[in-house]
């Protein structure tokens, strides 16, 4: 039945890129409420999604169906989903019968990374409004994000407004001072957030293999340790030009090999033939005293080698003394990026915002217009 508007249905972006073992179903949560709306105003909702990167012969292989997640869908939303298997062009949206309705993963049509505009008419016949709630792919200029919103009223789902309004303290109006925590394995993944926040920030805590290379830069030894040596120039590039107190480890806990318990050893003293898999107690000393003082913290990217229990202890200091200060008021904690989400554990609850982005999050943080924001109506 259509409202005294003429809308009968609204199409929904959202991300259900899910784990392969779906033990994660926040970007399912965080859709949740917008789709609660939707169906309070009297509308149908029409989900639309990627799911994994089949390549173009991969299309409609089961491996890569978003039929795979339905029931989890079901379940978050408390919902009968109809799952429409069926190619699009070949599906007559009269035909959808349920409240709620999932298409087939975009990625199975060259038109969506193409950002083709025929493909984006054949999607929008599914509906006569368009939402996108999906923050974590609107970096990406493709048809679901970008060109469907030159045939429909394009908006901005109550998760995507949250995270721009989380977000939106990092580059707006700060509360400092401002400390970043970036970690991860290689500079040039994060060379634009490295140079932006390094002239934002108050402090740029640079953690992870990514410091090796940093300490690399400035003339350190650290023997085995993974080091990009393409990016050693670009490093020093963004502590000459940084206007933020740059922040890198003292001490660490070094071994032969990731499987090894680490030994303790001081920057300058690595032994010959080990890796630094994470930062010392020196350093976790140095972090918590700016942390103290801050009043905004983004973190993005491991601090060490967290998957293994030998070289997790920096992380198992630093995540609940951040969780207390996050919890108590004193400090905005901003998480970004799967691996930083996966670092912190039952931790996630107590920060005060989780980002379901990872690509998105950087670009917006680096200063970036995001294309499947800038295209919105409002």
């Known amino acids: 039945m259509k409202t005294n508007s003429g809308i009968k249905r609204c199409i929904l972006r959202c991300d259900l890129n899910l784990p392969s073992s779906v033990k994660d179903l926040s970007r399912i949560l965080a859709v949740k409420n917008t789709v609660s709306e939707i169906l309070s105003f009297g509308l149908d909702v029409v989900l639309i999604s990627h799911y994994k990167r089949p390549k173009p012969t991969d299309a409609f292989r089961p491996e890569f169906s978003l039929s795979s997640i339905v029931s989890n869908v079901a379940d978050v939303l408390e919902c009968d989903i109809q799952f429409v298997s069926?190619?699009?062009?070949?599906?007559n949206p009269e035909h959808l019968t349920s409240r709620i309705a999932i298409l087939e993963n975009l990625r199975f049509y060259e038109g969506e990374t193409a950002n083709d505009s025929d493909f984006a008419?054949?999607?929008?016949?599914?509906?006569?409004?368009y939402i996108n709630d999906a923050f974590s792919v609107s970096h990406r200029k493709h048809?679901?994000?970008?060109?469907?919103?030159?045939?429909?009223?394009?908006?901005?789902?109550?998760?995507?407004?949250?995270e721009l309004y989380w977000l939106s303290k990092l580059t707006?109006?700060?509360?400092?001072?401002?400390?970043?925590?970036?970690?991860?394995?290689?500079?040039?993944?994060?060379?634009?957030?490295?140079?932006?926040?390094?002239?934002?920030?108050?402090?740029?805590?640079?953690?992870?293999?990514?410091?090796?290379?940093?300490?690399?830069?400035?003339?350190?030894?650290?023997?085995n340790s993974l080091i990009e040596e393409a990016s050693l120039s670009t490093a020093n590039e963004i502590t000459s030009a940084a206007s933020a107190e740059i922040i890198l480890p003292v001490d660490f806990l070094a071994s032969m090999d990731i499987q090894t318990s680490g030994i303790e050893c001081n920057l300058g003293s690595v032994p010959s033939g080990y890796s630094c898999f994470d930062i010392g107690r020196r350093s976790v000393d140095i972090i918590q005293q700016r942390l103290t003082t801050s009043r905004t913290l983004l973190w993005n990217g491991a601090i060490g080698?967290?998957?293994?229990?030998?070289?997790?202890?920096?992380?198992?200091?630093?995540?609940?003394y951040i969780a207390n200060l996050s919890k108590t008021k004193e400090l905005v904690t901003i998480i970004g990026g799967g691996e930083t989400i996966a670092s912190i554990g039952h931790y996630k609850d107590d920060m005060t915002f989780v980002s379901t982005a990872g690509g998105a999050f950087l670009e917006f943080t680096a200063g970036y217009k995001l294309p499947g924001i800038t295209s919105l109506t409002v």
Request: hydrophobic share 45%; charged share 15%; proline share 4%.
């Open 143 to 162: 048809a679901s994000v970008c060109a469907i919103t030159q045939y429909l009223p394009a908006f901005a789902g109550l998760s995507l407004q949250n």
């Open 305 to 320: 080698a967290f998957e293994f229990a030998n070289f997790s202890t920096a992380t198992n200091s630093l995540t609940p």
């Open 172 to 223: 707006h109006n700060i509360e400092r001072p401002y400390t970043a925590i970036i970690g991860g394995s290689k500079v040039s993944t994060k060379i634009d957030v490295l140079k932006h926040i390094s002239k934002v920030a108050d402090h740029l805590i640079i953690t992870g293999a990514m410091a090796n290379t940093f300490l690399a830069a400035r003339g350190f030894n650290l023997q």
């Open 121 to 129: 008419q054949t999607l929008a016949r599914f509906g006569e409004v």
């Open 86 to 91: 069926s190619p699009i062009w070949e599906t």
